[in-house]
């Protein structure tokens, strides 16, 4: 049986106000990428024409990305950034599971003082010297190791994590314990299968840390082959010459303009991102209501 919900004038215009709104922030959100991507696709002689800003190009050229995938630097620190968010993003999720997990338990001895451990690292930290000397001890200056290794864990993540394990049903565990499994067969056949929304939201999280990453990239790597794509992307912005950051031949970028090849590194540097979140986004809805609905 169904209701027809009557809306008066003043509900109407209360609705209208509402999409207003949002259409508004949704531009707000969308149109910087637009204009980026607008300015890395139109011709030179064009964006002089109009003063620098087009909303709808006459023409389309796709010269800044064949001049930027025409040098050997940025495809090998895009192939870099693939690695390091990789591995990255595996090696934290592992960790931080590996954390969680017994923290969460009541009866796990010396759990509080962990606790109070990782929250102490969340107020106070070491500092970039003290850090980079321990980078430096360990033997991992111009290795993909110090992008990793330094920031493997975070100490917020690993409570937002832990508090989804201290609400896991404890009837679940409680049977596989019956059936025979102990406590690391429990968390990587059982735990983790029924956990994947905030498994993949924490891993979405450290995998935009990992691919946006730079400044440890300027502390620790002097070699440029090391170098992520975004230290690139850093470079072309400070730098005063495009063609002499791409290493290449100032002849096949003199007709653009800097910015449109900063612009269509940009692209290239957010494009991974972009089609990867289609596929984890009804994951990354449940996850981020974790905690919200309780029962």
Avoid at 7 to 18: A, L, Y
Avoid at 71 to 85: G, W
Avoid at 236 to 259: G, K
Wanted: net charge positive; hydrophobic share 50%.
């Amino acid at each position: 049986m169904s209701y027809a919900v009557h809306k008066t004038k003043s509900d109407r215009i209360i609705d209208v106000i509402i999409y207003v709104f949002l259409t508004l922030c949704c531009l707000s959100a969308v149109f910087p990428l637009y204009f980026v991507f607008i300015e890395s696709i139109t011709p030179y002689k064009e964006l002089i024409r109009n003063g620098g800003f087009v909303l709808f190009p006459e023409q389309v050229t796709l010269q800044a990305y064949r001049a930027i995938f025409g040098s050997k630097l940025v495809p090998d620190a895009l192939q870099i950034s693939v690695i390091i968010t990789v591995i990255g993003t595996f090696l934290s999720l592992l960790v931080t599971i590996c954390l969680a997990y017994p923290l969460s338990k009541k009866d796990v001895p010396g759990g509080r003082f962990f606790l109070l451990a990782i929250v102490f690292t969340m107020l106070f930290s070491g500092g970039i010297v003290p850090t980079y000397l321990v980078v430096k001890g360990l033997g991992l200056i111009n290795s993909i190791w110090s992008l990793i290794i330094p920031t493997l864990v975070s100490p917020f993540y690993m409570f937002i994590m832990r508090t989804y394990f201290i609400n896991f049903p404890t009837e679940i565990e409680e049977s596989a314990k019956v059936d025979g499994c102990g406590d690391v067969r429990t968390l990587f056949q059982l735990v983790i299968p029924l956990s994947m929304p905030i498994i993949v939201t924490i891993g979405l999280f450290y995998g935009v840390i990992q691919w946006n990453s730079y400044f440890n990239a300027i502390l620790y790597l002097s070699d440029r082959a090391l170098y992520p794509i975004q230290v690139i992307l850093r470079n072309m912005i400070v730098t005063s010459s495009v063609s002499q950051e791409l290493n290449t031949n100032p002849s096949v970028i003199q007709t653009l303009p800097p910015d449109t090849i900063r612009m269509a590194t940009v692209v290239v540097t957010t494009l991974p991102l972009l089609a990867i979140y289609p596929f984890i986004q009804k994951y990354f809805i449940k996850g981020m209501l974790v905690g919200s609905i309780k029962g």
